[in-house]
């Protein structure tokens, strides 16, 4: 293959399951033309594929979508845009059995993150505080420098009613600059990670797990979990948190697994053993936590039962002798696994993985049977072509 066909090349980000495991929601990335297209990053396109492989395109053309979520009830995917019309990126809704998508939050900055009340009805999301007035005419005036660390924004945690076309996004007050805000199973808890500012150094190291009063924000658990975070998941009970940290405040980058009892307000190393680092977690039931890990050029899934005396997991290859409360689900190193998520019943999942023969595409994975199948093939061209061989080079 020419080395400019390296710019044709599309990939499958984020794919999600639906609740009911039927359907897999997915954004396809595609590059723009270098040579005759319009300069920009690619365009990002919204698709639904049935765990028969058949693709449908939902949201197409010149768009950016991302942040694909379903619905709680599993009849609409939303996701994060910034549409024609709009001057913010907008939450938008379009349903799964047919019909155009509509925003149905709008806000005056833009919409970081956001996520679903479980009654379907209220939608919790992040954005920058609007900038103030004056601040904003002086920037129309010419004074837009920025200085690093004095203009930083605090980010502002919102709860929206969707059903209500009168109702105004309601601010939640909370002691720090919030990020990866879920809701709990039962609708009047929030767990999110605040850092005491909106400077990058708090973001990157000082980000603390808070559980918080939905209503009121008031703070009701704090954990001290130690350095950078990457994910943050409710036990389906709402007894239990399942997080990525580091292993401690040096760990130069967030991958052991953690749990923690509301309850007892402690954390624990779900994975003492694993000489790798968590990327996913998805929880299939009360009692257990599948992870996604990187270990040594390989991609394992794996499983812990908690609350686990001795959940040491050991390497691929040796999993037959790992204790009752690990066990491994695949490994392999033919390819490469980065996404990770669950039905409703925790029976089936979707994967984004990549290989020496293609990037980044769905997969659905049966855990029960230990299948992983293809769902998306956004590049048939590359079966004509020879690609260089790839190979794990090991060495002491």
Known sequence: LAPHASQRLRSVTSPLISPNGR??????SIPRNPLTGDNGAARRELHVVGADGVSRPFVTGDVSVSAV?????????????KREGDETRCLYLIPVGGGESRPVVRHGTDIASYDWNPDGRRVLFTAKEVLAEAVEASREQGFNQEVFEEDARPTVLW????????????????????????????????????????????SYMNRKI??????????????????????????????RLALISSADLNDPAAGRLLTASLALGELTDALPGLEGHVNRIAWRDVDHLVYLADVGTSTILGEVTLPAEDPTVELPGEEPGAPPASRLLWSGTDKVFTGLSLSGDGSVGALQGESPLHPDEAFYWTPAAGLVTRLTDSNPWLEAGDLAPQEVVSYE
Do not use: C, M, Q
Not at 69 to 81: E, I, K, M, Y
Not at 218 to 229: A, D, H, Y
């Open 69 to 81: 979520r379903w619905t709680p009830d599993g009849s609409a995917v939303s996701f994060l845009a």
């Open 23 to 28: 359907e897999v929601a997915y954004v396809l």
């Open 210 to 239: 808070h559980v918080v009063d939905a209503d009121s924000g008031g703070v009701l658990v704090r954990f001290e979990n130690p350095g950078k975070l990457r994910d943050l998941r409710w036990s389906p009970d709402g007894e």
């Open 159 to 202: 709860v929206a009613d969707i059903l209500d076309p009168e109702a105004v996004p309601r601010r939640l007050h909370v002691p720090g600059d919030p990020s990866l805000a879920r809701w709990g199973p039962g609708g009047d808890r929030i767990a999110l990670a605040l850092a005491p500012t909106a400077s990058i150094d708090d």
